[in-house]
């Protein structure tokens, strides 16, 4: 036991190190860090903020049975993650342990959903509360358990997993035993997508079909189980999605393995091995720099279920070596695309290779930029500020706010981004690389704001600071609207003219005529100069309208949280512009001398 604790010590101590501010923090509290910065923030995108996660956590007296809750910066829908960890240096866990958090878990969710929150602690609830806010429409919540212990057998993880079956027939889950996490620790230090070399077992010596440089064959059940458990997430490092439990889905191979092996072959599709080079000598079959991208689900299922007799599936092998790497990428991506069926792969990894994409990558790189479109790829060190570096979708959102207007769908339903008439606005061969890497900024100093500077202001706690909280997009949507009048791109009279038809004004605020840049000068102080931006925005602006918006809902013996209030493009097309405009025309007026400042 003393090596495998070994393993977190050793992180434990390199998080202490790099991150003083965790110098205080106990063991337990470092593994769900570890854990969270591990599985959710290990991509270079969105970037591993020490002081910001310490306010996911949750644990301690009335905790719920939670340890940290937030949004999962992977997911397109901003999906809620509610983890549950459990670090043990010496005892064991058994499957009532499992079934008595669990079974905590579920009643505290029923009761935040239910906004009965008298019972637990202010962390939890404020925790609960801005990761729902957060969430899209389409948005699940998520449950994830991970533990240091190790299952003694395949039997005992299985045990463990069927009481999150049992106990969230209506969530996704997520089981992570020690071997899991120090998988997935390895393969973030090593940047590694692919396994290098290993083997598998046929059915029959020189039993395969072959179509040009790939081929078919039968593959043993018990050698792709060694093999999963030797080589865990890095099996699986080019397939397209990550993988998450679906009860039904895993319940039907489960079933299959279990009371009807010898049928698999025709019941189950098989798993498809992209690879470099492959050989076969009799009964092994060879393979170099592979990674499994369709069959993720089998084989993980085969990986963690005990197998009395072994049984064979059908396994595709497809050789890419020869081809260039952007070429190689096209054509992962391709079959990728084309074989996986059992769930919706990310509509961000689908456009990844296309002509517009690669254009704006190249587009952006002249400002500064290091556009991230493709699974693996990782930003050069000299692109040193988290905002010269983006994904794709990180761009959708921040373009469906600030440069096509749309604060509410950027936040509620970004996948709107992804539609014809919205596409080609964002990503096409129009887009402003200039504007998108200001907003990128812009957004950077957005996260500073409300890190370092709401807390002491003295905003009024109900209408205001959720306003603060939560209202980037719409803070970048007024930014850019006023830099769109300052460089006669519309006239706010058109605007006030079409308020009340509502595609026309969507067609002319998604303008950007000649503009170029939002911040078109270097500006002394910058940072301040936003901040202080944010906060007349925050409070003159936002915090204004929904008061109001409250007041009227109040009066109608309605509820309306802040979160509702910020879904709503109409919200800030009929409130916040008029209020904004007000403001900024007000005597002496410093959102209108700031956002001169900045376009000239």
Not at 1 to 7: A, I, V
Not at 200 to 229: F, G, H, P, R, W
């Amino acid at each position: 036991m003393q090596q495998e604790q070994d393993f977190f010590k050793h992180r434990f101590s390199s998080l202490k190190e790099k991150y003083p501010s965790f110098n205080h923090i106990q063991d337990y509290h470092l593994f769900v860090i570890l854990c969270m910065k591990s599985y959710y923030f290990n991509n270079g995108i969105t970037p591993f903020d020490p002081d910001i996660v310490v306010n996911y956590l949750t644990d301690g007296k009335n905790d719920g049975g939670i340890d940290a809750i937030f949004n999962d910066p992977n997911s397109e829908e901003n999906d809620i993650i509610v983890m549950q960890c459990k670090y043990y240096e010496d005892s064991t866990l058994s499957a009532s342990d499992v079934a008595g958090e669990l079974y905590k878990i579920n009643e505290t969710l029923a009761k935040l959903q239910s906004n009965k929150i008298a019972d637990f602690n202010e962390k939890l609830v404020t925790a609960y509360r801005n990761a729902t806010s957060q969430k899209e429409d389409n948005g699940k919540i998520r449950i994830c358990f991970f533990t240091s212990y190790e299952p003694k057998n395949k039997r005992e993880r299985n045990k463990l997993e069927k009481s999150m079956r049992e106990y969230f027939p209506a969530y996704d889950y997520e089981f992570c035993c020690r071997s899991d996490i120090e998988a997935q620790i390895e393969i973030c230090e090593n940047g590694k997508v692919c396994v290098d070399f290993d083997k598998l077992t046929l059915d029959q010596k020189d039993n395969y079909l072959t179509y040009e440089d790939s081929v078919i064959v039968n593959i043993s059940a018990l050698s792709l189980q060694d093999l999963q458990n030797r080589r865990r997430n890095g099996l699986l490092g080019m397939n397209l999605r990550y993988f998450v439990k679906q009860k039904s889905v895993d319940t039907g191979i489960e079933h299959t393995i279990l009371n009807d092996p010898e049928n698999f072959w025709y019941k189950n599709n098989g798993i498809l091995i992209v690879c470099n080079d492959y050989e076969i000598d009799g009964k092994v079959l060879k393979l170099w720099d592979f990674s499994i991208v369709n069959g993720g689900q089998t084989t993980n299922r085969i990986g963690n279920l005990d197998i009395s007799k072994d049984f064979y599936l059908q396994c595709k092998i497809v050789k890419s070596k020869g081809l260039t790497d952007d070429d190689k990428d096209r054509f992962i991506h391709g079959i990728a695309e084309a074989t996986n069926s059992q769930k919706p792969i990310k509509k961000a990894d689908l456009m990844a290779n296309t002509p517009d994409q690669s254009r704006l990558r190249e587009r952006l790189s002249h400002f500064g930029v290091y556009y991230i479109t493709k699974k693996g790829d990782k930003a050069p060190k000299q692109y040193s500020q988290p905002y010269q570096v983006a994904n794709l979708e990180q761009v959708g959102k921040l373009c469906l706010a600030g440069v096509l207007q749309m604060p509410g769908s950027s936040r509620s339903n970004s996948q709107r981004m992804y539609n014809d008439e919205y596409y080609y606005s964002i990503f096409g061969k129009d887009a402003r690389a200039g504007v998108i890497s200001d907003l990128l900024k812009i957004s950077y100093y957005y996260d500073g704001f409300v890190k370092s500077e709401i807390k002491d202001r003295g905003y009024d706690e109900k209408t205001v600071l959720p306003m603060m909280r939560n209202g980037r997009t719409f803070q970048l949507a007024a930014i850019l609207f006023l830099c769109k009048i300052e460089n006669n791109v519309f006239t706010y009279d058109t605007i006030a003219n079409l308020i009340n038809n509502i595609d026309d004004l969507k067609n002319v605020l998604r303008s950007m005529g000649d503009m170029t840049r939002i911040i078109a000068n270097n500006v002394d102080n910058e940072e301040q100069l936003f901040y202080q931006l944010f906060s007349i925005i925050g409070e003159e602006v936002l915090g204004y309208c929904y008061e109001s918006a409250l007041d009227r809902a109040e009066s109608e013996q309605r509820t309306l949280a802040p979160s509702d209030y910020l879904k709503s493009d109409l919200n800030y097309f009929k409130d916040v512009l008029k209020r904004l405009w007000s403001q900024y025309n007000k005597k002496n007026s410093y959102i209108r001398s700031t956002i001169e400042t900045l376009c000239h």
